[in-house]
């Protein structure tokens, strides 16, 4: 091993390898390791700036603030890393908000109504599949095709008014449990551990690493390259109008403004957790270091009173350092 | 039928391609090609490079869909939509750029599409890894790093994962597009003894290489291609390899070449 995984993203001391292939292997892991060593020095500086920080209140704001994000982040890490991206999740997060109080306020039961919401974004990552796999349309272009439409639904659906709930009891994802931590953060590891585990310990799992890798192979080697395709853009947006359900059990009501983030954040994570752009290569923890580096960061900032507009500056600037360093390390060791 | 086929002595072939056209666009890769693999049989096809070679196996192994023609196994025509249909044939195939995924190690190139699984579908890495070891390590004793990503592997090793898992599901027919491009002279020599071997278990192959030594040394018969044309297939016993030499490069059978041609060619 010639890795030396420095802080901020992983700068090494690699290029010994004459393989640069390699290389760039080691690269996405030390990136993850650079990544956590990035995460701490990050808590370290808000533990020693903000008096109110380093508290267990404040990280139950902060996993309460990323709780949406992360939730996104886990189907778009299955989307990159079978060699996708999936921008929709901006316009889904506002269609499944919007839909599940819909649905709550038509007296459906709460299980129900967050079950439909969950197929009607579901039923736009089909869309996204089947564009993407048979009319052949690269990912980037067909999701921002269907954001634009799934966004225009979700104003559509709620007349472009916040619809507030009228029961509260909907809104159950935002009860506490076990001491003061919501539902919804219980929610958000729940699904983590199932979709980490599924990607590492199944089949099914095992294909979409083979497809993000080498999509040709794939099909080569018999996979249904496209039925996974598709399953997977249906997993991603069934995921983030869950995520919308999440935010209005928050809000307590429907709203079509929610959201717009989504894709650029949840992207960013799992592309800090060292996912690999084109694919093949990331995984749930590295999504979720990145989740919680992109939302501590804020949180710390806020604490600091930074106004909002900076951290969506830090936020670029640190993908844009993250992604920077990987090329960097490829480009030393290559 | 082209001229020069030999004689199928008994039963139906394994597979047969009658009469294949393929194009891409305007590029006729493929026109009018047939030939035959007998059980226990090695057919070499050799010519130029973009005869059309690989895209005449590739539409046996299912990757591509021919325009024209017709595909017969044990006598019977079938139709090969997509790679899985020819597995199902009994069709493995090892393609000329070997079609692994680099991001993933050894065990799961050898598995990928049909790995071992417990019945909850989660991946039985010990079984698996048990398996690949055992056949990889056949054709490359010096094979180790089966827990790398293969793109961190030697061309040789590459290679013997492709074989491998090629012949480790119970091919019927074993197509293999410059199997030895990448191994080194003792791997090639072990190539030639697990040929022999398959040969000897009634499996049929289709080997395509530019090395008309190690064609000589394996064929059966020989199907000479050039420019998507079949310019004849001969039995290796009635042919020499300035005879083949020269069916590649004058694209003329041995006997149709004109005195002065020949003269040329040495
Ligand atoms: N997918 C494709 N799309 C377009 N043209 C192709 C494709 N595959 C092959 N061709 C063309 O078809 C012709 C035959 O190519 P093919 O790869 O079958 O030749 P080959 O005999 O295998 O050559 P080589 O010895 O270099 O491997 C060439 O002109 C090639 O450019
Ligand atoms: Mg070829």
Known sequence: MNEHVGMGGGMSAGGRDPESVKSRWQSTQAQFFGIGAFYVAVVIFFALTSDYFFSYSNALNILTNVTVIGIVALGQTLAIVSGGFDLSVSGVVPLGAVTFVIFGNAEMATPAAMLLAVLVGAAVGVCNGLIVTKVGINPLIATLGTLSIAAGLAYALSNGVTIPMKNIEVGVLAERTYGRVPYYVVTLIGLSLVIWFAMRFTVIGRRIYAIGGNREASRLAGLRVDEITIAIYATCAGLAAFAGVVVSSQLLAGSATVGADAALTSIASVILGGAALFGGVGGVGGTLLGVLVLGTIANGMALLMVPAFYQQIATGVILLLAVGFGRFRAVMSG | ?266
Do not use: C, W
């Open chain 2, 1 to 266: 039928m082209p001229s020069g086929s030999p004689e199928v002595t008994s039963g139906p072939p394994l597979v047969e391609m009658r009469d294949i056209h393929k194009s891409f666009g305007g590029v006729h890769a493929v026109e009018g090609v047939s030939i035959s693999v007998m059980a226990g049989e090695v057919v070499g096809i050799v010519g130029h490079n973009g005869a059309g070679k690989s895209t005449l196996i590739k539409i046996l192994s299912g990757a591509y869909q021919m325009d024209d023609g017709a595909i017969h196994v044990n006598g019977n025509p079938v139709g090969i939509g997509n790679p899985r249909d020819a597995k199902r044939h009994g069709i493995e195939t090892i393609y000329q750029d070997l079609a692994l995924h680099d991001n993933l190690d050894a065990v799961a190139n050898f598995f990928i599409g049909r790995e071992i699984h417990t019945r909850y579908g989660t991946l039985d890495n010990a079984a698996m890894e048990r398996a690949a070891r055992e056949v990889i390590n056949r054709i490359n004793p010096s094979f180790v790093s089966l827990r790398d990503p293969v793109l961190s592997l030697s061309g040789g090793q590459r290679q013997s994962i492709a074989i491998a898992r090629a012949i480790y599901f119970n091919a019927k027919v074993l197509i293999m597009d410059e199997p030895t491009a990448a191994l080194g002279q003792r791997e090639t020599r072990a190539f030639k003894d697990l040929v022999l071997r398959l040969k000897s278990a009634g499996i049929g192959m289709l080997v395509i290489s530019h090395d008309i030594h190690d064609v000589f040394d394996l064929s059966d018969r020989i199907t000479v291609m050039s420019n998507g044309r079949q310019v004849g297939t001969r039995h290796t016993a009635d042919v020499t390899k300035d005879q083949v030499l020269g069916m590649i490069i004058l694209g003329k059978l041995p006997e149709e070449g004109t005195e002065e041609e020949l003269a040329q060619l040495h």
